[in-house]
């Protein structure tokens, strides 16, 4: 079985750029979140997914928005960026939002915007 | 702002010695789960306990749990080179979603 696919793995971004990441979830998991790492701190959640809909949103600026596919794919998307969202983002799946359980992590795609 | 804190920021250990790293968080939890980060890539799942357990044990991984402290520890035994990573302690804060709230991570470094 695949894991959860992430791509690209790589990006370079000019400031003020759009940018879109994808995510593919475990075969079967309905939930997908996202999370920011920037270098040397530990991730931050910045959105969850459930079913198409939304179940969960971290601090983040309204410029960063996420959807999620009937296949359970989903897109997180970056507006204007900024140097500041230079980071590792990493998708997570889940086979459903309220599981308490460990979470399947992707490679992530690192971002690098200058 | 993050939940949890990971004590030592860094470790650096020789093969076949035991790692410990400590996690401190602050609000109350349903579980409590460590992840390992290889370079800076995607997080790998090692153990989860739950708030009303005490102590769970994976292979050679041991974790505790004590919730009055509002703190947890990872024991790595009998470590080995491949074990060089990143740990990071996760809390689950079961409120609009589901989602976990890392500490910053200690750096294991095994040395062979």
């Known amino acids: 079985d695949a894991g959860v696919t992430q791509s690209p793995t790589h990006l370079i971004k000019t400031r003020g750029q759009h940018v879109t990441l994808r995510c593919s979830p475990i075969?079967?998991?309905?939930?997908v979140s996202w999370y920011q790492q920037v270098l040397g701190q530990g991730p931050q959640f910045i959105f969850q997914?459930?079913?198409?809909?939304?179940?969960g949103r971290g601090n983040f600026p309204d410029r960063f928005s996420a959807r999620q596919f009937p296949n359970y794919s989903s897109e997180l998307n970056v507006n204007a960026l900024l140097l500041g969202d230079s980071a590792l983002y990493l998708c997570?799946?889940?086979?459903?939002?309220?599981?308490?359980?460990?979470?399947?992590f992707g490679s992530g795609t690192r971002l690098t915007v200058v | 702002s993050q939940q949890g804190e990971e004590d030592p920021q860094a470790l650096s250990i020789q093969e076949g010695e035991n790692a410990t790293m400590n996690c401190s968080y602050k609000?109350?939890?349903?579980?409590l789960q460590w992840y390992r980060q290889n370079s800076g890539r995607g997080l790998v799942h090692l153990i989860l306990?739950?708030?009303?357990?005490r102590e769970k044990h994976s292979g050679r991984l041991r974790v505790t749990l004590d919730t009055s402290k509002k703190s947890s520890s990872l024991l790595i035994t009998a470590s080995r080179a491949a074990d060089t990573a990143s740990y990071f302690c996760?809390?689950?804060?079961?409120?609009?979603?589901?989602?976990?709230?890392f500490g910053a991570g200690t750096i294991l470094r095994v040395k062979s």
């Open positions: 997570a799946s889940s086979f459903s939002w309220d599981r308490v359980g460990g979470y399947t």
């Open positions: 075969s079967g998991h309905k939930s």
């Open positions: 997914y459930y079913e198409k809909e939304e179940r």
């Open positions: 609000t109350s939890i349903n579980n």
């Open positions: 306990i739950r708030s009303n357990e």
């Open positions: 996760a809390t689950v804060i079961m409120e609009y979603g589901n989602k976990l709230v």
